[in-house]
């Protein structure tokens, strides 16, 4: 199992920036890929981006062009720039690995996850 930590969420004002982290244990050499996912109260979770061992990155519609996936292999860290922040946003992050190779089927869908982080919370403010 992969014990994930995130951090770097809080209140942002509309059109402002955040960087996500994410320190994975040293586990990460079952990792196929990772992913950041958010979610609200009463909706389902969100997969918002994700990147395999090589490097290859998928985004959903919601965030392409404004969120950047990013990991740092040598720090077990996953990071994820989000730019031009919207108070549709606003949510709890988390970060996930997978330990099966799911990524043409679930990158952006939780079932296609292992294990999970505790979450972070963004807040952006119109």
């Known amino acids: 199992q992969v014990q994930l930590v995130e951090s770097g969420g809080g209140p942002v004002q509309s059109g402002g920036s955040l960087k996500l982290s994410c320190v994975a244990s040293d586990h990460t050499a079952s990792t196929y890929y990772m992913g950041w996912f958010r979610q609200v109260p009463g909706k389902e979770r969100e997969g918002v981006a994700a990147?395999?061992?090589?490097?290859?990155?998928s985004y959903s519609d919601s965030v392409k062009g404004r969120f950047t996936i990013s990991q740092d292999n040598a720090r077990n860290t996953l990071y994820l720039q989000m730019n031009s922040l919207k108070p549709e946003d606003t949510a709890m992050y988390y970060c996930?690995?997978?330990?099966?190779?799911?990524?043409?089927?679930?990158?952006?869908?939780?079932?296609?996850?292992?294990?999970w982080g505790q979450g972070t919370q963004v807040t952006v403010s119109s």
């Open positions: 996930a690995a997978a330990r099966r190779n799911w990524w043409w089927y679930w990158q952006l869908h939780p079932s296609g996850y292992d294990d």
């Open positions: 990147i395999d061992s090589d490097g290859r990155t």
